[in-house]
């Protein structure tokens, strides 16, 4: 059960008009009231001779009867509360029992307060109410309102457990802010998919990662379109930046910016300006170097070896140091939507729109400690889009296989930590990331299936032996998925290539667990392939025989339907 507290108004009759309108697309059905500071209170959604203005004026009585100047200019309060979509349908006397419970947990309407606000529950639909409350009391006092949003969050959560509802992760006041109702139905009426603010926060977002200086992030920004404005100290620094998008203007044609602080709170010019790099990244054989990768392939090759290391760090590290992988893995993300190719864009885009929640909690990041992941997706930009087919195309199944594990990793460490929305918008991402990955997978996977496929029988007992040898507990189940095909060709490529596939086997089974894998043979071909420095895309190999030496293959790119279809 989601509560939301929406802006503040000054004209109780308009939102009255709303409650009991049609609504923007004539979904407001039956509009009725289901419960109110006075069990006398008119309905006039039921009564055909009572109306908006003589609830409105009940309502107002209280802000009224002060003096003008006393009376505050947004007296208008206004919450919704929305039950989940397979919830069952309450009843009109459920909805004005929880109605109650939240005026009395936010401060409206405290338990026994004679003199309390008044309200009016509205229902016009079968999940959710409205509640409209003039911020007055009858006394001619202020209620106390302190914290009232984190209060009807927890009353929420009992509400759920009383009543057999959804249980929502509860929040922790890290969230961005969630776009108003007006913004939502201007959306609506525009035809966008998200409001203003989603859209800008996430172009931000992809403008941000990986830049290195304010100039490169400004740039970034009116390159992707923006309207931007900067506001300058007298000394020439930059104060602050607001964002608009072209075509979202206001009642007087005029762009509306937004603040990057009223984004997200890991937008505003001071958190961007500590996400950049203040030295190179930190060297390690698996990391990336400093320097920019000559094109997508190298760079989703660095990448994916630079996000295994970053997922070792989120299962064993200190809190600080997790919380700043995360932050920088959802960089990474970013970078990834915004460089990938047509068939994974829109999966990969909703994957780091929805991690954005994961990258945010009360746990302070050690910055310095994500330079790594700051560098891969600086080198993801830094390398253009990638043309989805070839090396770079297998080579973004292979960092995506990484970062679908590293995004568990996180939902995991969420999880541990209490952290209920966090961890629910990591193994959301995740599952993103899993058609991202199936779409990026299909191709490069199948070649090396029907190469597989044509290995000699010596050479496939072979590396069944080798299987059996490394990972025995885990043997019987590799070679009776699919993907067996795929690893023994990528067994024989690491052999050819002079390494020993027992040994890469079991470093790439022990480093880690294998448990939230769909196909262990999947993530094995993309870990052998990358510590063994082999070609992603396998067309480009020689096909091995059974001596050990190899002859040249031919470079077909077989249909989907070469290979059997299978889930990450």
């Known amino acids: ?24 697309k004539e979904e407001h059905i039956d509009p009725h009231l289901v419960a109110a500071f006075d069990p006398l209170t008119p309905d006039p959604g039921r009564d055909p001779k009572v109306t908006y203005e003589q609830l409105q004026r009940l309502l107002d009585q209280p802000v009224n009867a002060l003096p003008v100047g006393k009376r505050p200019e947004k007296h208008v309060w ?72 984190r209060r009807a969050q927890a009353e929420c ?32 009426r525009e035809g966008r998919d998200r409001t203003a603010r989603e859209e800008l926060r ?40 607001k964002v608009a998008l072209p075509d979202d203007r206001n009642r007087d044609k005029e762009p509306v910016y937004y603040a990057g602080s009223t984004l997200a709170p890991d937008l505003s010019l001071p958190r961007i300006r500590k996400r950049f790099s203040d030295g190179a990244p930190s060297q390690n054989t698996d990391a990336p170097s400093a320097q920019a990768p000559s094109g997508p392939a190298t760079a989703r090759r660095r990448t ?12 064993r590290g200190g809190d600080a140091e997790v919380a700043a992988h995360i932050a920088a893995a959802g960089e990474v993300l970013d970078a990834l939507a915004k460089t990938s190719a047509a068939h994974t864009r829109a999966e990969l885009r909703e994957a780091a729109f929805v991690f954005e929640r994961a990258t945010r909690s009360h746990v302070q990041a050690a910055r310095g400690h994500d330079r790594a992941l700051r560098q891969a997706a600086r080198d993801l930009v830094r390398s253009g889009p990638a043309l989805g087919r070839g090396e770079d195309g297998a080579t973004t199944a292979m960092v995506i296989d990484m970062a679908f594990f590293l995004v568990t990793a996180t939902a995991h460490w969420h999880a541990r930590k209490n952290h209920g929305q966090q961890a629910a918008a990591a193994r959301k991402a995740a599952e993103h990331l899993r058609a991202a990955y199936q779409a990026a997978a299909d191709i490069p996977l199948a070649v090396l299936y029907q190469r597989g496929r044509h290995l000699s029988q010596p050479l496939r007992h072979k590396q069944i032996a080798y ?57 094995l071909v993309w870990r052998l392939r990358r510590m063994a420095d082999l070609p992603a895309d396998a067309t480009v190999m020689p096909a091995p025989t059974a001596a050990g030496g190899s002859t040249h293959a031919a470079r077909t790119s077989p249909s989907q339907g070469e290979r059997p279809r299978r889930t990450r």
């Open 304 to 315: 994916a070896a630079t996000v295994w290391q970053a997922m070792l760090v989120i299962d």
């Open 467 to 523: 299987l059996r040898q490394a990972v025995p507990e885990l043997a019987e189940q590799v070679l009776a998925e699919p993907g067996w095909y795929a690893l023994a060709a990528t067994l024989a490529d690491a052999e050819s290539a002079g390494h020993d596939p027992a040994a890469l086997l079991a470093g790439a089974t022990g480093r880690r667990e294998l448990d939230s894998a769909d196909s262990i043979s999947d993530v």
């Open 78 to 149: 206004h919450l919704s509360v929305r039950a989940a979509p397979e919830d069952p349908v309450l009843s009109d006397e459920d909805w004005a029992a929880i109605a109650r419970r939240m005026v009395a947990a936010t401060g409206i309407a405290p338990d026994g307060d004679e003199a309390a606000c008044r309200w009016a529950a509205v229902r016009h639909a079968d999940d959710h109410i409205h509640i409209i409350a003039t911020l007055v009391r009858d006394d001619g006092r202020r209620p106390r309102l302190h914290n009232e949003a």
């Open 157 to 188: 959560r009992r509400v759920e457990a009383d009543y057999d509802l959804r249980r929502v992760p509860a929040g922790d006041g890290t969230a961005a802010k969630r776009p108003t109702s007006a913004e939502r139905h201007k959306a609506e």
């Open 202 to 241: 996430e172009t931000v977002r992809r403008a941000v990662a990986g830049a290195s200086s304010e100039e490169e992030f400004l740039d970034r920004l009116k390159s992707a379109g923006l309207l931007v404005r900067t506001k300058v100290l007298p000394s020439g620094d930059l104060q602050g930046y």
């Open 1 to 24: 059960m989601i509560p939301s507290i929406h802006d503040r108004g000054s004209e109780t009759i308009g939102l009255i008009h709303y409650l009991y309108g049609p609504g923007t």
